[in-house]
């Protein structure tokens, strides 16, 4: 049986995590786990396709029946990885993408064999700039994801890649070729040989 990577992606909010794993995930080898949040939708995001979106009252009861691996409250709202999005796609051979802050990155590598990259914006500048543009933000919630994005900057080095996104096409492909050298190790072929 083949079975895929588990590839956990974190950066902070305005890192452009998002928008490059929207196009990696075009691979149809490759599925994005959809996070379940109480966080209410920004525009254009789709129940299903960016989050889970629930009550908090739903999200209790996941983490009671033990579908949540990992979860994590973050400016108020939780944020959590859903067990069946993981497990399914890996056992049907495809590669599962995990974007996820660095406390659940932590929780999942405990736990799981995956490969964790992180992705920096070229400096905070930009990562101001981009968090302005997006529009979807008040003033009080880019300053907190600031604050939150240096904390979450220093936990870079535990990651087993470090992406810089300055320009969106080349930490595309940078992405793209780390999955194919992770595919290629020996012992997750022995994994594949063996099953
Ligand atoms: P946003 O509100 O910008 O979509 O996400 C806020 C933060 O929640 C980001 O740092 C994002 O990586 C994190 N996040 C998204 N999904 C999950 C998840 O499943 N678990 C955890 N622990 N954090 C998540």
Known sequence: MKKGVLL???????????????IIKKDKNISVAVSATTRKPRSGEIDG??????????FLDQI??????EYN????????TMRSEI????????????????NGAQKISDSMDCVKIFILPPNIETLKERLLLR??????????????????????CYYDYIVINAVLD??????????DI?????????INIDN
């Open 8 to 22: 956990v992606v974190s950066g902070p909010s305005g890192s452009g995590k998002g928008t490059i794993l929207d």
């Open 49 to 58: 396709v960016h989050y889970h979106f629930m009550s908090r009252e739903r």
């Open 64 to 69: 009671a029946t033990n579908n949540i691996l």
């Open 73 to 80: 409250e973050y400016c108020g709202n939780l944020y959590g």
């Open 87 to 102: 497990e399914s796609n890996l056992n049907r051979g495809k590669s599962v993408i995990l974007e996820i802050d660095v």
């Open 135 to 156: 529009g979807t933000e008040t003033r009080e919630s880019i300053k907190n994801r600031i604050d939150q994005a240096y904390k979450e900057i220093e936990k870079a």
């Open 170 to 179: 080349e930490a595309v492909e940078k992405i793209r070729s780390i999955l």
């Open 182 to 190: 992770e595919i290629l190790k020996k012992n997750r072929i022995k």
